[in-house]
């Protein structure tokens, strides 16, 4: 962009968000502020640049140096009358944070706070230098959603915190009354982080490679920033909580605190042997299954829940069907191009890998164990009985049989894998 006509140009900066509200903390770094440095990074205006106002935050605009920001109401003259608009695109929302570019959206936030981006950092030092940041106490407002410890909190937090020092130097910092740019200073310097699920990971964005981060959260938050760690690329390892409000097991955070980053997985759960997480079914399966993280357990639970029908006999003329299963960077793309070699051979990579059509399948079994389904569903058992009528009786939960939802699953799975194979030419497939 550049000067018109030589005269000041105004530049406006509406957020393209996906989801959230920017008067909230998490959703105004991710969803506004970072992504519009971003989009600003390349754009030339030498005119003022007018932002909406997002209430307690506007003061980290003021903080921005390379940019001569004004906040404004939505219907205030800046926001109607500039000339040029700028739309950027928000990487904002619970579950599917883009994950576009976050390192240059980094650096774009750094370099506006005047802050070195050198992210060199590839190991840690002898002794870590390990962050805890505390929720600060925050008034209650009549009306308004709770806020810092009357939201969430670790009541044995103190005890945490004495334990971490046997490892490292430990800061404590509530980020409540801090600057941004001091907030952002605090997550850079540190080598672990150990903070409570909440808007506060926002501050994840600015830390540096292999920086290890312990999050302190619920069953049914583990899932909300999946995509954000991944897009962040740093070792998360979550330390279940069974309440907002309830103490956390100190010896699986010190355990976590002492894993080399190297060694820990994205995601890595743990939790005290004692707690048993019970999923209750509901009918979305799917949801769920991000939400709570499903595991093996749960799978082997739904197995042998399948034992109390026979598994149905599928007559078949194809030659063998080929299933290979293994970790990423095994070396499992290769054998599938060596297998590949014989060209009457097609295997398939992953189909339509963003909505898992296999593991959906396997969900809808999920809510199966002992008492679920009971001989009662099945309109095969109700036929059975003198007095079933189709008018008279209560059929809202009349289903075919397990047979038969087994059977729909293997027509699928060939519709979508066997036929294709065979009308490209393969003889066979996996």
């Known amino acids: 962009m550049t000067e018109h006509d030589h005269t000041a140009i105004d530049l406006v900066v509406h957020p393209d968000n996906r989801i959230g509200r920017l008067d909230g903390f998490f959703h105004f770094i991710i969803g506004y502020l970072a992504p519009t440095l971003y989009a600003l990074r390349e754009t030339q205006v030498n005119g003022s640049i007018g932002v909406e106002a997002c209430g307690p935050f506007d003061r980290f605009w003021g903080e921005v140096r390379q940019h001569r920001i004004k906040v404004a109401e939505p219907q205030a003259e800046i926001m109607t009358t500039a000339p040029v608009h700028l739309k950027p695109r928000g990487f904002d929302a619970p579950t599917g944070h883009a994950r576009t570019p976050w390192m240059p959206v980094r650096r774009s936030v750094l370099n506006a706070f005047e802050i070195d981006t050198t992210d060199d950092k590839e190991s840690y030092d002898a ?28 009541p044995n937090l103190p005890e945490i915190i004495e334990d971490l020092r046997a490892i490292g130097p430990v800061d404590v910092v509530t980020f409540e009354d801090l600057s941004l740019r001091e907030q952002i200073l605090a997550t850079r310097n540190a080598d672990i982080i150990v903070a409570q699920h909440g808007a506060v990971m926002a501050n994840l964005l600015w830390s540096r490679r292999r920086t290890h981060v312990i999050e302190i959260v619920t069953p049914e938050k583990e899932k909300i920033f999946t995509s954000y760690f991944e897009g962040l690329g740093v070792p998360v390892t979550q330390i279940s909580q069974s309440d907002v409000h309830d103490p956390v097991d100190a010896d699986l955070v010190i355990q976590a605190a002492r894993n080399h980053p190297g060694e820990v997985q994205a995601r890595n759960r743990q939790r005290s042997r004692s707690e048993k997480q019970h999923i209750r079914w509901s009918a979305r399966a799917w949801k769920r299954h991000e939400s709570k ?138």
């Open 293 to 430: 993280g499903i595991d093996e357990h749960d799978t082997q639970r739904w197995l042998r829940a399948l034992d109390r029908w026979p598994t149905p006999t599928f007559a078949t003329n194809d030659d063998p069907v080929f299933l290979l299963s293994s970790i990423w960077r095994s070396g499992s793309t290769l054998l599938q191009r060596l297998m590949m070699s014989d060209p009457q051979l097609l295997i398939w990579g992953e189909p339509f890998a963003q909505r898992d059509p296999v593991r959906q399948l396997g969900d809808m079994f999920l809510p199966f164990d002992d008492r679920y389904p009971t001989p009662g569903h099945f309109i095969s058992e109700r036929l059975e009985g003198a007095d079933f009528s189709l008018t008279d009786s209560w059929v809202a939960n009349m289903y075919p049989s397990v047979e038969d939802l087994q059977r729909s699953h293997r027509a699928l799975l060939d519709t979508l894998l066997a036929e294709p194979a065979r009308r490209h030419g393969f003889a066979r497939w996996g």
């Open 127 to 154: 002794t870590p230098r390990i962050l805890v940041i505390d929720r600060a106490h925050v008034a209650a407002v009549a009306g308004a959603q709770a806020r810092g410890r009357a939201r969430r909190s670790v």
